[in-house]
Every structure is written in structure tokens, then in C-alpha cells.
């Protein structure tokens, strides 16, 4: 966006020449005009607007009608740049051009009636028409403006809603209104977006009903500051459009292969059918034709879209009728490949050759047919160390490889060669092994519409320099780069999939506020390997008692955090140090916190003040604290967490880390976000769509623009090259830096042929390595819409997991979008549902059967989440887990135990405690409190499949109920691995995300007996590890295949008399269940979670006699609920369990026919 303008010079420089106006002077050098006459007479002002206000050299020539024959620009306004002519006296027509040298702006010659008493006049670039008033929408400072033009002039309803880089997003229901609307212009709409915009996100909308429907945008680089969208198309234009004039709408063309066109254009006046393509992006509306490029003829196909095509791209159809196909002649397919490497437009015409549509074309899949490549790309080296650097960009025109010393001062500048493939490569010299490399590509970019020369860095580079300007020359098997050990690095053993509980942490929450992490080390990868530290003490400890992974967040290149720490503001640093980089702090807060550090400054405020979020929201995007889900490079580690991230240290910190933590018997998961960039376009940013533009990214089918349901640009697994790119990373933390496992974000986002292609080729490389990820039904994949999607239910088979969210609902209550009073109403079971309700929510008919089915859905969690466990449900009818519902799903959806991540907390959404403390009524005790969080994690840890737990929840952690701290800095993400404290109420949470719940919390916060102190976390932790310990101790609690839950776990309290809130679980090892003894020291184990408030008795049919023991672990005094209180008597067959307890009771190995099987039927 153009640089803001002096409010005075805009208003002077409108007016300047009209003699005597508000003071402006008439006889500025500037002007080079002669003295005006009468203003209302004579004077003539010419406003003249382009996209990207690069008005230097541009005049007016006139042709009629004025004193003048040419004139230079006065000023410029908030419209543009300004002019002033001198009508001649008794002149009727005012005629003139823009004009810059030799070129001429494509409006064309424009005439004015000057007659009358019309003075002024207002033009857009390339648009034919003066318009003499005032437009009712022209920007101001950090605004766009949007026109929105209906042919019936009908506006009334309609509104926009609005997103990306503007200051408020609008709510559905509340969307922006019309400052006004235009007679030539339409309905006109200013946006109020950040100073630093790039791009802003429009829908038009009448209620539900939009217009033309999908997401639309534009980048304020390419199309500037007023915008305008005809009803029915969904291309943004920098200029009006006329009924009749043609003009290229979004991007609704398909080359689905070489010589097939998929294209939804179905009206009968369409007669002739071309592509269109250009190396010089010359292609472009006219008038009422399209004109320029070469010409490519489509023939209409009468058997419409092969299968193969609509299984590929399923949404390549209009109300489930598939588009047209058009067929392009096998001796035009040269011509094809030469229209890749430009621009390419469809166009209809009709019968008299004038153009019906026109659209540019997607090409994606024709790439994918003719270029798909399996050899390597990025650098390789020979044995005397000299690099080839490949690249794939088969649609470029050209590409040069950049190389620079280590200072950045370039040595070489290599024109790459391109092969058959789309392979572009360059051989170096040995010479520059360790320096830096990045790489021109000249290509056409569609979201500019031209050919553009760019500089951008290696998808594959494996290392880079600080803040990912460059990649490095560097081999990974390079010693240098290795670690004392770590080829001989051997990790703790894992049987199977099944035996893993996984913690989740964020390598800079680890230990960035642990002061017994050497300073230089906190918040670093390093961190880990400070194995006498609090944080790797207690990481020790976990996993002596059954932790076995650790779960990293994002620790990949990501584009968020600066990596040059003297541009960087932390929590450690002065005040003054904030302000220096901020000039939003209020100086009232710079005077009064001068002299001290921002953590003293955020300390210095009650807990339950607004304060220390808001000083965090300063430090957001300065400090070093970002989550870390924005992808900038995929294959290479993260430099904000190496002690420099020039050079080669990140490398071999990454691998000193995932050494510390196998030191202390943990292996490694990484979290890896392939569902989108941080950035697409020509963004500093972007990498992949500035190398093969509209290739790597998800694209709407009509408009072209990038899809952006994960959040940011989501890029497109099904596409063969971001396939491999994903496989071929992953390839490399598995291998070279001996990854374990891999969380994959919204995996639901990518295919489940793209999980199983990367399965497969993990397991080649470690047998042992696991995959889990975020299964979500979700965007553009909903019902199958780009193929069969990565989500829970299709991944059922594959062996690899998805988060239970069944689970996770039913143990806490409520869901992760729930907000203000929803947040305390909607408890769950281990909240107080029906058994201990809050003062929003009942104990009633209502509440008891919402209790049952909650409890139906925990229950099958515990079963391994399998679609056929057999059980009987609250309703009394016996079934298995798939006949239940979840949100018009199934709730048991998983063919294998191992296919099941079960949790009730992660790094997203509201952390366990704070949930808790939600929920829990108020005057409840700590211990109630502490208690209730604790079963929550008991359905976890003792369940079938895989435990998950972020880290902190096993110390109460609490991050002062911020639902999402992924920007929320150090302080509200902090940890306390002493157990001194929890984080509990720091400060109200960040305002941006939490704000509407703030009256919900500031009750609770105002109850100062429910802080927890050391011996509430403490508590907690060895509950935890009790847990962990019992899990440890038996397969029972690991059963390795769907046939053994099928037939040894049970739940006995069941149906519509069922005790309210009690979970009871029988693990049997019988025998008779699957013909194996699996526990040599146990016949059967008896779970009982009770989630009331008060003690109950249970018995179990079939377990009448016998003995049971409660195992040490649990039954050890720490608990006073459980030791001499949880209780069998062989005598009675009951179990007694007090409030709010799990118990667990073990039979002797010797006492064989103790816990009964599972005898109910399953398919």
C-alpha cells in the first residue's frame, strides 16, 4: 500500500493554482500552469488513480478543450495523483490521454463535458471512462476500498465480510455496512487494515447467500488500495468494468492432462473454445475481445470427464454434475508444454467471435502428467565434496543459481540447465562447500499476472542461514556436524506402538524460565542436554515410571520468530528495550517501567489484571516465543532455538537434543505441519509458489485464489511434487537426525494415500517409527471433496493415529470452540456433570443422560476407540462402539488400538487445569479440584491405545486460562518444574483471543482459596507417575490387537440403571479370552473411576470371591482416599471406591478364573 500522505499537502495539493483557496499557493514552481481564472469557470482538476501509485512520469497530454496541451501532476490526493488544466473558454469537450514517454494507460483517450459546470473529474488506470464526481469510497490512510457492482442496482442487504491484514475482522452477522453507493461505481466500502498490510479477504454476502460465493482477496502489492467486484464473478479488478466490456475472470479452467481441459461452461451461446498463451504474459482483455498470445484450440469432449480425472479432482463438478471437457489435438501438445511456461488463458466465444468468458487456467495436474519426478533434488555432493544443486521448476523460463561466501558477498552466479523433467541443475566447485546458495527463478506468477523474476531460497535446503535468506552447501554426514556418539546412537527400546505415552512440550516453554538451564542454553536445544536440570530431572523421572516419547512442537524451519536476537525482545531484557522496537507501548508505561525488565514490569500486576497481556501482546512478533506452526522450510531445524543460527549449529544442536532425550530413555516425535506455507505468492515469505506458482498450494476451482482453511495457505498433497516434498523431509529427520515419530497437524487436510506413501517409506528407514495426527473432517476435504481425506474415519487400517476427541468431550465437558459462559456450563465427567453441577448448569433427567453418554464415550476411548467393540450403551441396548454417535459420526471409528491417540489437553485450546477450574463449582475444594483433573488423565492413561499428555499437566500447569498462547509469550506459557508453582492466575488472558471471556473468569480469579500450592502439584505429579507405573506393569493395559480388546476389556456398569458417573473396567487374562496368559503376575485387573462426589459400592457379575490387591504404586499413603479406603470384600463381591477416585484392584496370577471375559458378541 502507497505511503500515507500529509493530510495537509493531500488537502493542498487538490486545490493548489485555484487562486486564493485555504491559503494554498497558486504559484508553486510545480505546477507548470498559468494562472487560473475564475475556479468555476475555467479550472479544471483531474484526479488520477493506479494500482501501485507509481505516478512519476506520468502526464496528461490534451488533445481538446484546454489552455494546455500536457501537464504534470500538482500533487497527489488520497485518490492519486492530482492535475490542473484550464478549460478554454466556450470549449464543449474536454479530451486528453495519460501518458508516460512513450506509453500510453490503457483507459485510452477520455472525454469530459466541460459545457456545463463540471470542473473535475476522476480516472482509473485502464478504465475508458471519466467519472465527474466525487467517488463515494477513496481510502485514507491504512484503508483499501472496495465497489461492488450489481447489474439491478439492488444493494440493500449486502455487506462484506472481511479478514487477513485488516484491523477487525468482521462476524458473519455483523458485516461491514457501505459508506455509500456509487452511481457508476456501485456500493462503495472502506476497510480499515493494519499499516503494514499485504493482503485483505473479502466475501460478499446477503445473510448466507453470497455473491458470486468463494473466499475472495487481493494483495495490496498488486492491485493496491481500491478494488472493484462485479455481481457474479469472483475476480477482483483494479479498475471498474462495463457490461460490455470483456475481461478474465478468476482462474475456472482445468488442465486436468496434457490434452484435456476441464472448464464449467455451459451456455448455449458459446460456440468456439480456445486456450490462449503467452511467454510474455501479454494475454489480456481489450475492450470486448482478448487478444494476444498464441491460440490453442479446444475441441468439446461428448464423453465429458474420464473416471480417472473426477477420482484425481472430485471437485471438478457443479451440483454433482461434472464440468465439460474439451480435448486439445495430440500435434498441439509441444504447444501445450510451451503454454506452461507462460500464461494461459481459456476463452468462450460466441457465434459472431466475441468473447462469452474467459478465465485463466489451472494446470497443476497437466504438470503433474508430464513432470513428476522421483530422482533427488536440493544439493548433493561427490566424494571431493563438489555440489550439484537441483531444483524442479518446470515452469519456469529460467533459472540462475546464486552463491555467496560466508559474509553473504556473492562469489558466482551459475545459469542452471534444465532437463526433461523440469529439473533444473548446476555443478559447483568444491570451493564452496559450507557457503551459501539461493536461486532466480523467472517464471509467470497468476497472482500478478506476469512474468516475475524472483529470489528465493532451496524447498530442500537442509540448512540456512539466519532467518532463511540462504540455504547452505553443507553435507549431514559431515563430522562437524555430529555430535560425540551419535552414529552409534541407540534408542529405548519399543515393542510396540502400543507400549508409547507421549509427552507433548515446546522446546523453548522446556526451559526458557528454568534457572537451573546454563543461561546461554534456555529455551534452546540445548536445554536437553542438561541432564542435571529440573526440567530433564523431571523427564527422567516420567519416564523411569512409562513416559516413552517426546513430543516436540514445531522445531522444522518456521517463518515467526526473527532469528537474529538483537532484533528480538524477551521477557529477561529492559523495558527500554521494548519501547526501542515498539512504538505502540504507551509512554506512560515506558516512564514508569524504564528503569526495570518487562518480566519485573508483567510481575508488578494483580493476577487478575488486564496488564501483563497486554505488555505481552508488545512483545508478539519481538520475543522469541512463537509455537512455530508457519512453515518457512521444511527440511531444515529452526534457527531461533540454536545458540547462532549462522552456520552449522543448529544441525548439530537438533542432533545434541534428540541425544539428551534418548540419554534419559525418551525417544523423539517431531510436530510437522505440511498442510500449508506461511506464506504463498510473491510474500518475502513464500518459497514453493514462488518456484512452480499455483502448483504446490490448494487452489479454489474457480477464483484460483489459495485455500486457507488450515489458517494460512494451504498447499495441495495431492498434487505428485508436494507429495514427494513431504516424504523426502520426512525421509531426512527420520534418518539423519533419528526422528521417531511424527505428528502430523490437520492431517485431515492431506490424503490418506499421501499418509500411507509416507508410512511406508518411514518404516523402510525405522520399522518403529509412529505416525499420529489431527484427524478433523475439515475444509475443502469435507465429504471427499479433493479425494479421501487423512481423517479419523478413513484411517482405520493403516496403523497410524488420530487425536480422540470423543474422549477428550466426554471426560471434560463441553468442546474446544465453546466460549464465556458455555466454558462453565457444559462440564463433563470428570468436571461434575449431573453429580456436582455449577451454578450454570443441573442436575436433571437432561444432565443424568448427558452423563450417560458421556460416559459411553469415554468408555470407548478406553476400548481402543474400535468401531466393534462390543459393549453395552446407556441406553441398555447391547452393540458396539461404531453404532454410537459423536456429532453425526461414529464414536468408535479405529480398527486397531495403535490407530488411537486418547487426550483430554494439548498445546491447543485451554490447558486440563484451567478447564477444570472452569467447570468446578465454585466453593469446591483444592483437593476436589486437583482430584477432578486427575481423572481426567486416569480414562488416558489406563485406556487402550495411546496416552497423550501435554506437558505440565501431570504439575497442574495452568496458563492463567489463555485459550491460545501461541503467540502469548514466555510468561503465560511458563513452566515451573520445582512444583513451586503452576502459572495460575498470571493475568487476565490475551484479549484478542479471551476477551469475551473475561466475565466468566474474573469470578473464579476473585476466589483466592482454589490457587494451588506445592503440595497440590505435588499431589498431582505422583498421581501421574502412579499411573504410569501401573500401565508400565501390565500388557493388560497394552493390548496389541483389536481380537484381545474384543475379548479381555469390559465395562460392567452399564445401561439405563447404571451408578452415575463410574466408569468400571475389567481387564481379563484369562486364557480362555484369546488362548494366552499375557500378565505372569496377574489374572485380571478391576478399574473403578468413580467421577461422583460420593463413595459407592460396585460389584462386577462374575466376581464374587477371591482375592484382590490394590498395587503398591497406588497403595503406598499418598493418597488417603485410597489407602484403607478403597476397598474389596471377597465375602460380599463389592468394591467400595470414595468420590472422586479411581481405584485399581489386581487378581493373583494363581487365582485364574477371577475377572470374567468379554462374551459379548462382535462383529
Known sequence: MRAPLSRMWTRCSILVVAAAVAGCSSNDDNQGTPDS?????????????????????????????????????????????????????????????????????????????????????????????????????????NQVAVYYKRPDSNYSGWGLHTWGDVVQETQWTAPLQPVGVDPDLGQGFLINVKPSAARVNIIVHKGDTKDPGPDMGWDLATLGDIVFVSSGSANITAFPKRPEDASIDG??????????????????????????????????????????????????????????????????NTGGTPWRAFTIAAADEGKVKDALKGQVIAVARKGDGSVLKATQ?????????????????????????????????????????????????????????????GVWSATGDASWYTNYYRFEVTVFHPATGRIETTTVTDPYAVNLDTNGLWGQLIDLDDPSTKPSGWDGLTKPTLNAPEDIVVYEGHIRDFSAMDSTVSAANRGKYLAFTETGSDGMQHLAMLAGSGLTHFHLLPAFDFATVNEDPA???????????????????????????????????????????????????????LDSFNWGYDPFHYGSPEGSYASTAEGTAKILEFRKMVQGLAGVELRTVMDVVYNHTNAAGLSDKSVLDKIVPGYYHRLDPTTGFVLNSSCCSNTASEHAMMEKLMI????????????????????????????????????????????????????????????????????AGTGIGTFNDRLRDGARGGGPFDGASDL????????????????????????KSRLANALDLVKIGMAGGLTNFPMVLASGTTS??????????????????????NYVSSHDNQILWDIVQYKMPTGRSMDDRVRAAALAIDVVLLGQGIPFIPMGDDLIRSKSMERDSYDSGDWFNRIDWTGGSNGWKSGLPSAGKDSANWPTIQPIFADASIAPGAADIAKMSAHVQAMLKLRKA??????????????????????????????????????????????????????????????????????????????????????????????????????????????VFERPQAETDGVPCNTKPHP
Not at 730 to 758: C, E, P, T
Not at 824 to 845: H, I, K, M, V, W
Not at 880 to 901: C, H, K, R
Not at 1061 to 1089: E, K, N, W
Open 824 to 847: 462453565r456450563r457444559n462440564q463433563g465427567f470428570s468436571s461434575g456433570l449431573y453429580n456436582d453441577p455449577n451454578e450454570l448448569s443441573t442436575a436433571d433427567p437432561t444432565t
Open 728 to 795: 523426502d523431509t520426512l525421509v531426512r529427520w527420520a534418518r539423519d537426525y533419528k526422528v521417531d515419530g511424527f505428528r502430523f497437524d490437520l492431517m485431515g487436510l492431506h490424503l490418506k494415500s499421501n499418509m500411507l506413501q509416507i508410512r511406508d517409506a518411514l518404516a523402510a528407514v525405522n520399522p518403529t517409527i509412529y505416525l499420529y495426527g489431527e484427524g478433523w473432517d475439515m475444509g475443502e476435504m469435507v465429504r471427499g471433496g479433493r479425494g479421501v481425506a487423512a481423517n479419523q474415519i478413513n484411517m
Open 37 to 141: 481564472g475564475s475556479p468555476t469557470s475555467s479550472s479544471f482538476t483531474l484526479h488520477y488513480h493506479r494500482a501501485l501509485a507509481d505516478y512519476s512520469g506520468w502526464n496528461v497530454a490534451v488533445s481538446a478543450g484546454a489552455d494546455e496541451t500536457s501537464a504534470s501532476a500538482a500533487g497527489n490526493d488520497n485518490f492519486g495523483a492530482v492535475y490542473q488544466l484550464h478549460v478554454r473558454s466556450g470549449a464543449a469537450q474536454l479530451a486528453f490521454t495519460l501518458v508516460n514517454g512513450s506509453s500510453t494507460d490503457a483507459a485510452g483517450n477520455l472525454t469530459v463535458d466541460v459545457s456545463g459546470t463540471i470542473r473535475e473529474a476522476w480516472v482509473f488506470s485502464g478504465y475508458a471512462t471519466a467519472i465527474t464526481h466525487q467517488p463515494v469510497a477513496i481510502p485514507g490512510d
Open 1034 to 1143: 501390565s500388557l493388560l493395559f497394552r493390548l496389541r490387537t483389536a481380537a484381545e480388546v474384543y475379548k479381555r476389556v469390559d465395562f460392567t456398569n452399564a445401561g439405563p440403571n447404571q451408578l452415575e458417573g463410574v466408569v468400571v473396567m475389567t481387564l481379563s487374562d484369562q486364557v480362555a479370552c484369546t488362548g494366552g496368559d499375557l500378565d505372569a503376575a496377574r489374572s485380571g485387573i478391576v478399574v473403578i473411576i468413580n467421577g461422583g462426589t460420593s463413595a459407592r459400592d460396585v460389584t462386577i457379575p462374575g466376581v464374587t470371591s477371591g482375592a484382590f490387591t490394590i498395587p503398591t504404586a497406588l497403595d503406598n499413603g499418598a493418597d488417603p482416599l485410597i489407602t484403607g479406603r478403597a476397598t474389596w470384600n471377597g465375602t460380599t463381591g463389592v468394591f467400595h471406591v470414595e468420590g472422586r477416585t479411581t481405584a
Open 361 to 421: 487456467v489451472q494446470t497443476a495436474w497437466a504438470i503433474d502428467a508430464l513432470y513428476t519426478y522421483s530422482g533427488p533434488l536440493g544439493v548433493a555432493f561427490d566424494p571431493s565434496n563438489v555440489p550439484t544443486v537441483r531444483l524442479w521448476a518446470p515452469t519456469a523460463q529460467a533459472v540462475k543459481l546464486h552463491v555467496a561466501d560466508q559474509t553473504k558477498h556473492e562469489i558466482a552466479a551459475v545459469d542452471m540447465t534444465e532437463d526433461a523433467n
Open 567 to 621: 532484533q528480538r525482545v524477551d521477557v529477561g531484557q529492559p523495558f527500554s528495550d521494548l519501547c526501542s522496537k515498539n512504538s505502540a507501548v504507551p509512554s506512560a508505561l515506558c516512564t514508569q517501567f524504564e528503569s526495570t525488565s518487562v518480566l519485573e514490569a508483567i510481575k508488578s500486576y494483580p493476577g487478575d489484571s488486564e496488564q501483563q497481556q497486554a505488555i505481552a501482546g508488545y512483545l508478539a512478533g
Open 251 to 316: 482462474a475456472a479452467a482445468h488442465l486436468v492432462e496434457p490434452l484435456l481441459v476441464a472448464w464449467d461452461v455451459t451456455d448455449a451461446a458459446a460456440t468456439s473454445f480456445e486456450l490462449r498463451y503467452s511467454s510474455t504474459a501479454f494475454i489480456a482483455a481489450s475492450g470486448t475481445d482478448v487478444t494476444g498470445g498464441e491460440t490453442i484450440p479446444l475441441t468439446p469432449s461428448p464423453s465429458g470427464l474420464p473416471p480417472a480425472v473426477l477420482t484425481k479432482a472430485p471437485y471438478l
Open 880 to 901: 458396539v462402539a461404531g453404532a454410537v454417535g459423536y456429532n453425526g459420526v461414529s464414536a468408535g471409528y479405529t480398527s486397531d488400538p495403535q490407530e488411537l491417540i
